[in-house]
């Protein structure tokens, strides 16, 4: 058995992939210890989530700092304190620039609620609606300087229904995201997920736009 990742998460709202991210580690799912919990907003209930569970939880509340680049040089300092093994990026509504990225390459992973490249961004599933798609899904991907973009490692997919709501595609895919993200993290962690350059290998095999998941 290899050995239990170490993880910063940072978050900005709910936190329910935080939650299923505790919910795997609890139930012997996913062998990780989360370091710190970091959320860019003082009211994010993700920060409760981490309270009520005992873990380490801080917020560098964006608004006090003056620009990207000072705000990003606290991140830094706090998370190579930690010295974690992946920064997991569950809700966190800021783009990280070039120097946060350059400082931890292939550590950060970041999830999104469509099929990127497709939607980057906010709205994901009223753009979906509007569009009349008849898919919709979640990614998870490396973080590189750009909204939402990076090298893809995994996605799942399902089929938008007749009459759906927002509400009720947000819950289905907040469903996918609980599902994915804690899976991912493991495959990480078992070594079976390896990132070579900007190419992903799950498994010995190489894909270029992310592996397909199912539930
Ligand atoms: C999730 O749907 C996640 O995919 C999305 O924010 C939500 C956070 O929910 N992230 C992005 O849109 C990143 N661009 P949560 O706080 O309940 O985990």
């Known amino acids: 058995m290899s050995k239990k990742i170490t993880l910063a998460v940072l978050l900005s709202g709910s936190g329910t992939n935080l939650q299923a991210i505790i919910n795997s580690i609890n139930n012997g799912k996913l062998q990780a210890d989360i370091k710190i919990v970091i959320s860019n907003n003082k009211n994010a ?5 981490a309270k009520q569970c005992g873990l380490k939880n801080l917020c560098i509340d964006d608004q006090a700092f003056k620009d990207r680049e000072t705000y990003d040089k606290k991140l830094i300092q ?3 304190k930690e010295n974690v093994d992946f920064i997991v990026l569950a809700g ?4 990280l620039g070039s120097n946060f990225v350059k400082r931890f390459p292939n550590k950060i992973l970041n999830i999104h609620p ?9 709205n994901t599933h009223r753009k979906v609606l509007d569009n009349k798609d008849k898919e919709h899904g979640v990614t998870v991907h490396l973080v590189d300087e750009g909204l939402d973009s ?7 997919k399902l089929d938008v229904s007749e009459g759906e709501n927002e509400s009720e595609l947000e819950s289905r895919i907040h469903k996918l995201e ?3 993200y804690p899976k991912i993290l493991s495959q990480l962690q078992e070594g079976r997920v ?5 190419k992903i290998k799950i498994d010995e095999i190489f894909y270029e736009n992310g592996k397909e998941y199912f539930n």
């Open 150 to 156: 990076g090298p893809i490692i995994g996605f799942m």
């Open 78 to 80: 706090i998370i190579s």
């Open 178 to 180: 609980h599902f994915i």
């Open 114 to 122: 469509s099929l990127l490249p497709k939607y980057p961004g906010l």
């Open 194 to 198: 390896l990132i070579d350059d900007s």
């Open 45 to 49: 209930f993700g920060l409760e989530r």
């Open 92 to 95: 966190f509504m800021r783009i």
